[in-house]
Every structure is written in C-alpha cells, then in structure tokens.
C-alpha cells in the first residue's frame, strides 16, 4: 500500500520499508547498498508510474482473442547526477522507450544552493510528456526546484520527483514551487541539520552508491 497526501505519496510497502532500513545502516558496505539501492529504485518507480495513461488495445492469446491496454504516454526520465542514476537504470528497466535527460547539478556547501554544470535538453517536447526527475535525497530541495524548472519551462504534461527519503523542508520548498508535481518517496524524514542533511536520512547517496 502507498499513503498518498495531497501531491506526496509514501511507499509503506515491507519490501520497500525493510531496503530502506538496510540502506539506513552506516555499516551497509558500498557494494550491498548499491544492490539494495537499486532494488528499492524498482519499486519507487514503479509506483511512481501507477498514472501512466493507456488505450484498450486488442491482442490474440494462444486461445482466442482478449482486451488489454497498451501505453501512450511519452515517458521521459532526469536523473539528478550522480546519484540519481541507479533510479534511472531502474525506470528504464521498467520503461525500455524512455528517454533520459541528464541532470548535472552540485550544492554549494556554504549556501547549500544548487548550481548547475550539466542540461542538455531539446527546446520542446511533446506536450504529453510525463517527466520523471529522480534524486535519491530530497533535502533542502535546491536540486530539485533547479530540475523541475527546465523542464516545466518546455510546459510537459506532467512532472513526478521520485526520491528515497524526503525533508520536510525540501518537499514544502518544491510544494510551494510546483504545486502540481507528485512527490514519491519511501520515507518523509525528521529534519535537516546545520549542514543541510536528512536527519536521520542515510548519509551522501552518490558516496555510498559509487564508494567513493
């Protein structure tokens, strides 16, 4: 089950609570926690979809013929880099067609404002785009109001920010943006520290995915 709230939507689901927990823990090696990432980004995509739209389309089993649905939208995928990649590898697994837009975008430690060093994006796009900008952390929100922006600019059908844990303070700072962007997360966390880090939160994801 997912608890939605307004535009946000929690995964509750065991499988995805119980990889959480595991990803939580500081003494998950490298290697386990990118296996586990990974995992976890399957399923948060996955419901992340859940309002992909379809036609009825007409298909011949072994037995006769049946009435199913194909998809129609025009599904684009954002990983915010780095650590937005081990959820695009996972949503194109799940969407083969997708296309994938590359994000680059750094926090200045000292303001914790986002700067961007990467976007190449076509000047329009298919206006029944969905967009689905991924980012393992939603924390201040910085990155993310920065992502959203380039493509709600290009006026995409619709926009969903995936993320493993949420702040508050990021999600009221997207909401109050982009009050029409879904929020899919496995966890809404307690706070951010001084340095602009989920507490409890499960440290950088980029180091921890890639080891470094």
């Not at 990432?37 to 995509?45: G, I, N, P, Q």
């Amino acid at each position: 089950m997912t608890s939605t709230t307004t535009r946000i939507q929690v995964c509750d689901h065991p499988l995805v609570q119980n990889l959480l927990t595991k990803i939580r823990d500081y003494q998950t090696p490298s290697g386990e926690f990118r296996r586990l990432a990974s995992e976890m980004s399957h399923y948060l995509v996955y419901e992340a979809m859940r309002d992909l739209s379809t036609r009825p389309a007409g298909v011949e089993t072994p037995v006769g013929p049946a009435t199913g649905v194909v998809l129609t939208d025009y599904v684009i995928l954002a990983p915010v880099l780095r650590a937005g990649l081990i959820l695009a590898e996972a949503a194109q697994q799940l969407f083969p067609n997708s296309r994938i837009y590359h994000i680059g975008l750094r926090r200045d430690e000292a303001t914790l404002q986002a700067i961007s060093y990467y976007a190449k994006l076509p000047e329009a796009l298919p206006s029944e785009s969905n967009v689905y900008v991924l980012d393992p952390m939603l924390a201040t929100g910085g990155s993310a109001v920065a992502a959203i922006s380039l493509f709600n600019e290009l006026g995409v059908k619709s926009i969903h920010l995936v993320s493993f844990v949420a702040a508050p303070e990021g999600i009221k700072k997207v909401q109050a943006k982009f009050p029409h962007v879904m929020i899919t997360t496995g966890a809404i966390d307690d706070h951010l520290n001084e340095h602009g880090y989920i507490v409890p939160g499960l440290g950088d994801a980029g180091d921890r995915i890639f080891g470094t």
